[in-house]
């Protein structure tokens, strides 16, 4: 008998939808348990679904999990969407850090109550014309390289999680930043597209956290 996952979080992308995009891509039921933040205050006390007060938590079969790093490791692992072998796994954990690295600026502009929104605005396209933005996306397109010349996923031939990390954050932080990686562009339109996930993403309403 197959696992009742209920994933917790606000009804924004943010940082579960990785998970989101995890159980959508394997075709496994949950139940996508989206909370506005006005009743977050009276239930977040509730530590047999939230043991730290914080969201996102996974419930598998009525025991609560935290930490979205914990999260999109255990899916991807129970799914089979965390490459072959050490050597899959290695590229991916790449992926997943160095995006994660990039989305922690677009948070700290995000979460800066000093800034109204057009300030945000201008924060965050500052972000993405920065040498160390370049720089990181020029090391994870130089890791797609290593697999198809660039022209397929990360590692295989199909999606994981890492490409999953990938086009969430670039969701997230804006396409533009893209526009000098032509090939990275191509994962983005290969994960939007696919059988697995186009379904979701077109009926997708809520927003992203940024």
């Known amino acids: 008998m ?7 979080y606000f009804n924004v992308q943010g940082k579960a939808e990785v998970a989101r995009l ?6 496994v039921e949950f139940t996508d348990n989206q909370i506005n933040h006005q ?30 790093a914990a999260i999109n490791k255990y899916l991807p692992e129970t799914f ?9 796994r290695l ?3 790449q992926v997943c850090e160095t995006m994660n690295d990039l989305s922690k600026e677009y948070y700290e502009v995000y979460r800066n109550e000093a800034l ?44 994981t999680v890492g490409d999953l990390v990938f086009f969430h954050i670039i969701g997230m932080v804006g396409k533009s930043v893209l526009n000098d990686h032509p090939l990275l562009t191509e994962v983005i339109d290969r994960v939007r597209h ?8 077109d009926y997708r309403t809520h927003p992203p956290f940024l």
């Open 22 to 27: 995890l159980f959508h891509c394997k075709g």
């Open 39 to 68: 009743d977050w205050p009276s239930l977040k006390s509730d530590h047999s679904r939230f043991p730290l007060e914080l969201m996102p938590t996974l419930e598998i079969d009525g025991h609560a999990v935290c930490q979205s």
């Open 194 to 201: 696919s059988a697995e996930l186009k379904s979701y993403l």
């Open 2 to 8: 197959s696992p009742k996952y209920v994933l917790n």
């Open 116 to 159: 109204d929104n057009e300030q945000k605005n201008a924060a965050y396209a500052e972000i993405g014309l920065t040498d160390a933005t370049k720089l990181k996306l020029t090391f994870v397109e130089s890791l797609l390289k290593r697999n198809h010349d660039g022209h397929g996923y990360f590692v295989g031939d199909s999606i």
């Open 80 to 88: 089979g969407l965390y490459g072959a072998n050490a050597s899959d």
């Open 91 to 93: 590229i991916i954990n």
